[in-house]
Structure formats: structure tokens, C-alpha cells
């Protein structure tokens, strides 16, 4: 039996440990039981003691009501000390919340309840990712066009709207973007009026050429964002003047990069006019102004079909250019050691012409016994018996 009430024993408990004495107020009398249309204290010291007694781990669930009835708008106790802090009240009404889980065939649907209150008492936000939320005008107020992006050190106030954007496109899905983002701005319209389109999202088109990985800021480390990734956009129409972004995710096998041409669709948070100090370090002014968008993500686009049939021919023909290059070299060497050898034999010819052999013997190994024998054979033995060659005696 003492068992079974062990929950009602500790919230009991629990009542009197939190709440100091003299701090809850009595019912008034000739009221209804559980009115809805006036805060009581008893009504939710019930609920916590109603909590208490379910079954599940230890009564957890009577935290959030705790909390409930110290908020602002009810203040019908008083919870100063460890848990005082909106983060602390966070953790300690999530808490509850986890552990009060599969504890009745209602508990989840009051976990929603619960959920639905924490946020209206400010304890935690619910987003709803599927819509896009705007940015707060006091946010939009603290950005500064035609100038680069400072830490919190030197502006904390457009740092602090920096931080707000990413923040908000990370928890946005990527088809709220795609449905909800204007399509007919362009380049020079956020160049010509770039306050009047601030906070807006919109969508860009065009090559991207340039994407590299940064590590976030300290401030969105905290809130789940480790990498950011920025993306520079080039469109036809205008040139060398891209467009900037900066975005939480990459498409799936998209990596960073440091020279490509990729098509890209592109949807955002138009954040301000930001400047940028060009790579060209001969130009007069190296400071160079452009449209700054911040998003989650981003979409490739197929390569168009004449320019994919154009990649394609070159592809093929590549190594068969190559081959020629091979054959012609070839072809360039052969005929020059050909004519090297022709050009000496020419040569040579030249030189016996004009300078000729005094001794023209065939038999080079040996030419004086060939003209021995040459001149014995022709002039036969002397009279006397004796060989002179050449004499006669």
C-alpha cells in the first residue's frame, strides 16, 4: 500500500521543499471546482499532486506544472533559485515532459499540450519548418549596406542579425524556399534598393563558380549550425558580377570548390549589399558591392543539351588530337634525320669532286701490294729474268 501512494508521498514532498510557506494563496470561496476562466493556485498544486500519483518514473510529470504556475501571467508561486533561468526552466520542463512519456494512454497527446504551453510561456519556440517566418524589424534595422560583414567584436548589433538569418534559414526546409521565394527580382534590383528588399526571399539562377566551407561564429555553433558554406553565383546578363551566399547545407554529392561552372537555383533570405575586397590586386578600387542572400541549401541543374553535346564532342575528339599530335612529330623527326643523312652523302661528294684522292685504290686495307701486282701482271718478267716493275732493263 505505502508502495503504490510512493508518487503522491513525493510530490507531496516535493510541494513542500519548492514552495515556502504562506506563498499559495486559498481558494475563494463559493467558486467552482476547477474554474477555466480565472488562475488558481489549487488548480495546478491538484495537477501536480494529480501527476504525482501516476504510474511511470517517480511522478516526473509534476514539473511542468511547477513551472506552469510560477509564469508571468499566472505568478501563483514562486520557484527562485536553481531553476530561475529561462534555459534552466527549459531543461527541467523538458524533463518532465520525457519522463511523463508512455505513462498513461493520454500522455502523449498531453505532452503536445504541454508543448504548445512551453511556448506560449516562453520556455522553448516551436517552429513550423514548412513556413517561412519573417525577419524581426529590429533585426532588419541593424544592417548596414556597402560595407563587409564584421565579428561581434566590431558591430555586435549586425553580427546579432547575421547570426538571426542563418539561424532562421537553417530551420526553414528547403520547400518552404522553393514555394515561398519571390522569382521576379534580379541583380540590379537588389543593387539599385537593397533596403527595400531587405528580410525578403528570393530565388537567383545562374553558374556557380566559387564554394568554399567557413566555420560558423561561436553564436551558431551554439545553435546547431558547425560549417557554413559560401557560394558565388554568376549570371550571363551581367558578367563578372556575381552574387554571394551563404547557406547550412550542401546538395548531395556537391562539394567544395575553388573553380567550377555548376548551374545552380538558389533560394534566400536577401540579407544587404555587401562589399568585398576583389582578388585583382592591380584595380585602382579593389573594393567591389554585391547582393549578399542567406538560405539552407541550394538546387543543381541539369547541363543544358548543347552545351553537354559541345563538352562531349570535345571529349571525343580529345584523344584523337592528340594521336595526330603524336603522327605529326613523328612524321617532323623522320624527314629530318632523312635529310641529315642525304646532306652528308652531298657532302661528301662535293668534297672528293673538288679535292680529289691521290691514291685512288680500291683495296684500302693494302694498295701497295695491288700496285705490285697490278704493275707485275701488266709488265711481266725482264729479259734478264729478273722483275723490275714499271723498268725495263
Not at 177 to 185: D, H, P, S, V, Y
Not at 280 to 301: C, E, K, V
Request: glycine content about 8%.
Amino acid at each position: 500500500m505505502f508502495h503504490a501512494l510512493a508518487p503522491f508521498w513525493k510530490a507531496t514532498l516535493a510541494l513542500g521543499l519548492l514552495l515556502p510557506a504562506g506563498q499559495m494563496q486559498k481558494p475563494p470561496d463559493g467558486k467552482d471546482l476547477f474554474q477555466i476562466t480565472q488562475a488558481e493556485p489549487v488548480h495546478l498544486a491538484a495537477l501536480v499532486l494529480g501527476n504525482g500519483l501516476n504510474p511511470g518514473p517517480a511522478g516526473a510529470g509534476i514539473f511542468f506544472p511547477l513551472l506552469a504556475g510560477e509564469a508571468n501571467d499566472l505568478a501563483l508561486w514562486n520557484l527562485d533559485g536553481p531553476f530561475s533561468s529561462r534555459v534552466e526552466k527549459a531543461l527541467l520542463a523538458t524533463s518532465g515532459m520525457i519522463f511523463s512519456l508512455g505513462a498513461s494512454p493520454t500522455a502523449n497527446l498531453s505532452s503536445l499540450v504541454w508543448l504548445k504551453t512551453g511556448d506560449e510561456l516562453d520556455y522553448w519556440t516551436l517552429v513550423n519548418s514548412a513556413v517561412i517566418r519573417p525577419i524581426a524589424e529590429e533585426f532588419l534595422e541593424k544592417i548596414k549596406d556597402e560595407r563587409p560583414i564584421h565579428g561581434p567584436t566590431a558591430d555586435d548589433l549586425e553580427a546579432s542579425a547575421y547570426v538571426q538569418f542563418v539561424h532562421m534559414a537553417n530551420q526553414t526546409s528547403e520547400e518552404a524556399f522553393l514555394t515561398g521565394a519571390r522569382k521576379e527580382l534580379t541583380y540590379a534590383d537588389l543593387m539599385r534598393q537593397p533596403k527595400t528588399y531587405r528580410g525578403d526571399v528570393l530565388e537567383i539562377s545562374g553558374r556557380l563558380r566559387r564554394l568554399r566551407a567557413l566555420p560558423s561564429p561561436l553564436a551558431l555553433q551554439n545553435l546547431g549550425v558547425p560549417t557554413l558554406y559560401e557560394g558565388w553565383v554568376f549570371q550571363e546578363i551581367y558578367g563578372p558580377h556575381p552574387i554571394a551566399f551563404i547557406c547550412t547545407q550542401l546538395p548531395q554529392g556537391v562539394h567544395p570548390f575553388e573553380k567550377g561552372n555548376i548551374p545552380v537555383v538558389f533560394q534566400g533570405y536577401f540579407f544587404k549589399k555587401y562589399r568585398y575586397k576583389s582578388a585583382n590586386i592591380g584595380a585602382a578600387n579593389p573594393w567591389i558591392d554585391s547582393p549578399l542572400m542567406i538560405g539552407r541549401t541550394f538546387q543543381t541543374q541539369p547541363v543544358p543539351l548543347e552545351e553537354r553535346v559541345d563538352t562531349d564532342w570535345a571529349k571525343d575528339m580529345l584523344p584523337l588530337f592528340l594521336v595526330f599530335i603524336i603522327l605529326v612529330g613523328g612524321a617532323i623527326v623522320a624527314f629530318t634525320v632523312g635529310f641529315l643523312r642525304g646532306d652528308k652523302k652531298v657532302i661528301s661528294r662535293i668534297q672528293n669532286r673538288v679535292n680529289p684522292n691521290p691514291f685512288p685504290f680500291t683495296d684500302s686495307a693494302n694498295p701497295g701490294n695491288q700496285s705490285l701486282e697490278t704493275w707485275s701482271k701488266d709488265e711481266g718478267p725482264s729479259e734478264s729474268g729478273q722483275n723490275h716493275p714499271g723498268y725495263r732493263i
